[in-house]
């Protein structure tokens, strides 16, 4: 057993909300855990550590998109030895980052039964059920994407094929693909002459992923952009299968509010562009 006392316990968590915008949609998984640890300790947050020869901030993340990928929505827990003012944390934790990981909300885990700062196992990711996307296509027409887009949810299943860490997987991408359509109106507001498609996948085991229905999109309808797509996530959540449009995972939780008068626009600090905002959060990657 390893010597010296026994690691503060956790008394608050604290869920967060962060951006991936820009040329960091290229930094990896690893390095942003990296880059929020050190703006962690930049910002002087009291985070838990484990126990043990190894000593690790209780950090987690859930449903990180993929290198290369943009993300207006991903989300990490964080265990704290001591209970901070969630909206002064976001302001800290956003001021430490670097542009384009921007701190877009942070809530606190309600308590457990008798007052425990300890969550259910799985209760947040099992909010994630899907994810809305937004694919930039340079280079293809409308017609022609609207065309692809048609006879991919004509479909009844397209399977296609992919590596993944047990082997070369076959599997349906259809049936995960709630909905799919063109954006005209973004396109026609867009720098370049591009198709602009909006999708909500659900989430499944093995994942689909954007480059996954791109690849059905080539088998239904042969379409092909010139270049790489650029791949946005818009949001994640709970899955209204009725109207097809996701909730916020965290609302929750919202039982804690933030300050009033001054010290609420103190503790937000600046305002950061929401999803609907942005004409093309990873644009400037391109």
């Given at each position: 057993?390893?010597?010296?006392?026994?690691?503060?316990?956790?008394?608050?968590?604290?869920?967060?909300?962060?951006?991936?915008?820009?040329?960091?949609?290229?930094?990896?998984?690893?390095?942003?855990?990296?880059?929020?640890?050190?703006?962690?300790?930049?910002?002087g947050i009291p985070v838990a550590f484990s126990g043990g020869f190894t000593p690790h901030p209780k950090i987690s993340y859930a449903g990180a998109a993929a290198t290369g990928v943009a993300s207006e929505a991903e989300y990490l827990e964080i265990g704290l030895t001591e209970t901070r003012d969630p909206a002064r944390v976001r302001a800290d934790l956003d001021a430490a980052l670097p542009p384009g990981l921007d701190i877009v909300d942070v809530v606190?885990?309600?308590?457990?039964?008798?007052?425990?700062?300890?969550?259910?196992?799985?209760a947040f990711t099992d909010r994630l059920e899907a994810s809305e996307w937004r694919i930039r296509l340079e280079g293809v027409s409308s017609d022609d994407a609207a065309a692809a887009v048609a006879a991919f949810m004509a479909a009844e299943t397209i399977e296609v094929e992919r590596l993944t860490k047990k082997g070369r997987r076959r599997f349906d991408v259809r049936a995960a693909v709630h909905t799919c359509e063109l954006d005209r109106r973004a396109a026609r507001a867009a720098d370049a002459p591009c198709a602009i498609?909006?999708?909500?996948?659900?989430?499944?085991?093995?994942?689909?992923?954007?480059?996954?229905?791109?690849?059905?999109?080539?088998?239904?309808?042969?379409?092909?952009?010139?270049?790489?797509?650029?791949?946005?996530?818009l949001a994640q959540g709970p899955l209204d299968a009725e109207t097809g449009g996701l909730a916020d995972p965290l609302d929750p939780d919202r039982e804690i509010g933030l300050p009033s008068g001054d010290d609420a626009e103190t503790a937000r600090g600046p305002q950061r562009p929401q999803p609907g905002d942005l004409a093309s959060a990873d644009a400037v990657s391109a």
């Open positions: 057993m390893p010597e010296g006392p026994a690691p503060a316990p956790v008394t608050q968590r604290l869920r967060v909300r962060y951006t991936k915008r820009g040329r960091l949609r290229f930094t990896s998984h690893r390095d942003i855990s990296r880059a929020v640890e050190r703006a962690v300790r930049r910002a606190p885990v309600r308590a457990g039964r008798g007052g425990e700062a300890q969550p259910k196992p799985g498609l909006r999708m909500v996948v659900r989430h499944s085991t093995p994942a689909v992923r954007p480059d996954d229905i791109l690849t059905g999109l080539r088998q239904v309808a042969d379409l092909a952009p010139p270049s790489p797509p650029l791949v946005t996530r």
